[in-house]
């Protein structure tokens, strides 16, 4: 348990770690590289597009982490020691959290790198997190190969050369052939690929289960869940304003219905 509470901790610390190092990589390495091109002095130059457009994804990214940390499950305190107070849980979707130490209403997991619950109240910002988490660091990634192929004259025609750029880099840092600077935004170049594939995975599993009407916790512990229209199922999390919230961070808008249903 101590293990968990410290990665509670940790986990969120590492995101915010990596969200600032993006950011300074982004004003102080990809923008300005973009500003040299000679056709920057459009008025859609390359570098305002980019700019912001990375603002746009990071904007959504951190708005909805924020949102899920705010709009946290409401802790029902029913089923918390179940074998003092004699009392069942409300609902099968309910679950008691041994390291938030609250019962959340239909329950889906436990994401250490909110340090929150994820239940019927930030479901939809959770899901919109991984989405633009996911879409953030790909697009960072992308404007990193960029910046490596101009600085170090490297082309990615090849489909393998990203998957050799890194044991060649090594090389050629150790030799004096590259700096510091790019040896750790090739590094960086990794990290956000792992990040955006990870994310995008959530995000499609959590998409996948909110169409079936079901959660994590409810397939881990075999609990069967009614059949119904899997746009219920979706307007139910999303609610009716999907499209505002795609496109601007707000809370979520159709936790009262999950709520009425489970009591």
């Not at 968990?4 to 901790?9: G, P, S």
């Not at 969200?19 to 390495?29: A, I, K």
């Not at 305002?48 to 940390?69: K, T």
């Not at 998957?163 to 990794?190: K, N």
Request: aromatic fraction near 12%; proline fraction near 5%.
């Amino acid at each position: 348990m101590l293990a968990l509470r410290l990665l509670n901790v940790v986990a969120p610390a590492y995101f915010l770690c990596i969200s600032l190092v993006t950011f300074v990589l982004q004003l102080f390495l990809f923008l300005p590289s973009m500003r040299e091109d000679p056709a920057a002095a459009r008025l859609f130059s390359p570098a305002l597009l980019h700019g912001a457009l990375f603002l746009f994804l990071s904007a959504n990214a951190l708005g909805n982490y924020v949102l899920v940390i705010q709009n946290s499950p409401d802790d029902l305190g029913a089923c918390q020691g179940a074998s003092a107070t004699k009392a069942p849980c409300p609902s099968p979707s309910t679950h008691f959290c041994r390291v938030c130490a609250r019962v959340t209403l239909r329950h889906d997991h436990h994401c250490f790198f909110t340090g929150n619950c994820i239940g019927s109240r930030n479901m939809r910002n959770f899901v919109l997190f991984c989405l633009y988490t996911s879409l953030a660091c790909l697009y960072s990634m992308v404007a990193g190969v960029a910046y490596i192929s101009a600085v170090l004259s490297i082309s990615f025609a090849h489909p393998l050369a990203f998957l050799t750029l890194l044991p060649t880099s090594i090389s050629q840092f150790f030799s004096g052939a590259v700096l510091g600077s790019e040896m750790f935004v090739i590094l960086m170049l990794y990290l956000w690929f792992a990040i955006g594939l990870a994310c995008a995975g959530f995000c499609c599993h959590q998409l996948l289960l909110i169409l079936r009407g079901q959660t994590r916790h409810q397939v881990r512990k075999g609990v069967a869940v009614r059949a119904r229209p899997w746009r219920k199922n979706l307007q139910e999390v999303f609610g009716k304003r999907w499209l505002l919230g795609l496109l601007v961070p707000m809370f979520n808008v159709g936790s009262e219905s999950s709520k009425q249903q489970d009591k």
